[in-house]
């Protein structure tokens, strides 16, 4: 397995613009993490999923963000309309089931820039 | 609520030089506590976690439930260790498994 897959790595786009962010999960693993990393707050959760269901939504910071699972190997995270304060880095993950065992796999993320 | 802490942005020590990475937490359930580790340029992975209570690449983490806290060690640190690290906290006891991070500590070790 190639691990988690992100698209596109880099996006650049202006503000008002919609941007679409793509994610790929491991094959079998049921949840999905969305993150967002910048200096000022760090790794912030905005939402997950467990078997395509989002669970925890209250980390999305406006109704700007939505987030869908329509199956199991695909989820997209999308900004409409983007603004510049939204420039961060998107980190896609996956695990398995609950447990303390449980590692969660990222993807190499998405650098967003809005301009 | 989750909640975790990590009251050091930054952190700068000499190789060979012994260094704690910070970590508290607030949990009213059952906490499972991990570390993971963002090399330059490379994806967040796992360092370790507090229920295999194991050592990698020299690194250490106990869990003090008294003082919630899950502090990172290392008695020598190297050069390569020189990174991001994010201490995380999930909940073992409850139906669904949410994620929660720090805000990371940058950790660089001097030759």
């Known amino acids: 397995d190639a691990g988690v897959i992100q698209s596109p790595r880099h996006e650049v786009t202006e503000m008002g613009q919609e941007v679409t962010l793509r994610c790929k999960p491991i094959?079998?693993?049921?949840?999905l993490f969305w993150y967002r990393q910048t200096m000022m707050r760090g790794l912030e959760l905005l939402i997950y999923?467990?078997?395509?269901?989002?669970?925890?939504d209250s980390g999305m910071p406006e109704d700007r963000f939505s987030a869908k699972m329509p199956n199991a190997s695909f989820s997209t995270l999308k900004i409409q309309p983007s603004e510049p304060r939204d420039s961060a880095v998107y980190f896609c993950?996956?695990?398995?089931?609950?447990?303390?065992?449980?590692?969660?796999?990222f993807g190499q993320g998405t650098r967003l820039t809005v301009v | 609520a989750q909640r975790v802490t990590q009251p050091e942005k930054l952190l700068s020590v000499f190789k060979g030089a012994p260094v704690e990475l910070k970590c508290n937490y607030s949990y009213s359930g059952s906490p499972e506590l991990f570390w993971y580790v963002q090399y330059s340029r490379q994806r967040l992975q796992l360092l370790l976690r507090?229920?295999s209570r194991e050592s990698i690449k020299g690194f250490t983490a106990d869990l003090n439930k008294g003082e919630t806290s899950f502090h990172l060690k290392k008695p020598f640190a190297q050069e390569e260790d020189s990174a991001m690290y994010y201490c995380?906290?999930?909940?073992?006891?409850?139906?669904?498994?949410?994620?929660?991070f720090g805000k990371g500590t940058l950790l660089t070790v001097n030759p």
């Open positions: 094959s079998g693993h049921d949840y």
């Open positions: 993950a996956s695990s398995l089931n609950p447990g303390g065992n449980t590692e969660a796999f």
């Open positions: 507090h229920i």
């Open positions: 995380a906290l999930s909940d073992s006891g409850g139906s669904n498994y949410k994620l929660t």
């Open positions: 999923f467990n078997n395509n269901v989002p669970i925890d």
